[in-house]
């Protein structure tokens, strides 16, 4: 049963699930927010080299966000989230929490290094907390997270979404019929249908790109982005409206060798890219150098193959919560719950069956 169970929620290498003849390593984002600054040129670039809809210039006046979440026209999201000393000591606190129930370890540079995996013993020290600062701010870029189990494409009902060969999942513009199905069933709210007007919902204004060849008045170009006929009726200027959008990994530009236009454009490194086996490596010795600088509340989000969604293509450093950046703590997908289902649907059965095969027996005496 292990084996069909991995196959809904567990462990398991999605490429080679895909029927894949050729599978590549499994690519992905390691996103340390530890050192975003919150430039959004992931956010910029992403939009150039995709073709992505401007969302919106006008901040939410909760912080200096202009976009509040991932959407069909914004595929990298940059949150701000401003704290004071008191929440930032409850960040730690937690953090402190999971150091003991079996982080790695840190040690000093005199003792014996730990193996790897070995974990927090009784006489391992933990970190060393740095002095509270006033304030702080936490910058952290969003992105689709690539599961290893997507719901989004196991409710799929056209085959619109697919599973490359690196692992990743795809959206095809021309064969989603925007049913919506995949937006319910995602876990962290990413895929969404595009409307065409984000950004101006109050006034219904469109504020998208110009698309060249969108077929407006005197438009003569012939634009690599020409809009369908249907889509120049109704909007001249924003593309794929209705239609489910979100990050493809820039598949584009893996088919070619290249990096994610966001990750080439990250001046900090904050967003890395490469291999996942590689990245979520460089995700936990970030983790134990910043526990051994004094910062006990960094932690990972999206490295255990055995949660719900079977651990995610894009891993991140976080230094609170999960839902302070508006991460769901345990994200599940729509399939783990089918063996129980399937489960106590047999034991309906069954029951029903037994109690009919008593009636009949009873009424033959």
Known sequence: MGFWRNQLSGPTDPATDAAWDVVEPRKGFFTDTSICIGCKACEVACKEWNGVPEDGLDLLSQSYDNTGALGASTWRHVAFVEQTSDRIEQARESGRKLVSLGMPSVRSAGEAQSAPGDLLQDTAPGPVDTGLPDVRWLMASDVCKHCTHAACLDVCPTGALFRT?????????????????CVAACPFGVIERRRGNEGHEQTG??????????GGAGDTTKGSHQNAPSHAASNGEVKNVGIAQKCTLCYDRLGAGQTPAC?????????KFGDLDEMRATARARVAQLHEQGFPEARLYGVDDNDGVGGTGSTFLLL?????????????VTTADLPDMF??????????LAMAAASFVGSRT
Do not use: W
């Not at 060969?165 to 199905?181: A, I, K, L, P």
């Not at 609170?320 to 599940?332: A, F, K, Q, W």
């Open 165 to 181: 060969e690196f692992g990743t999942v795809v959206v095809q513009d021309d064969v989603c019929n925007g049913c919506g199905y």
């Open 263 to 271: 990750a080439q454009a990250c001046p900090t490194t904050s967003i």
């Open 343 to 352: 489960r106590k649907a047999g034991y309906a059965g069954l029951a029903m």
């Open 205 to 214: 204004q469109s504020h998208g790109i110009s698309i060249k060849g969108a």
């Open 320 to 332: 609170d919560e999960p839902e302070v950046y508006g991460l769901p703590p345990d994200p599940r």
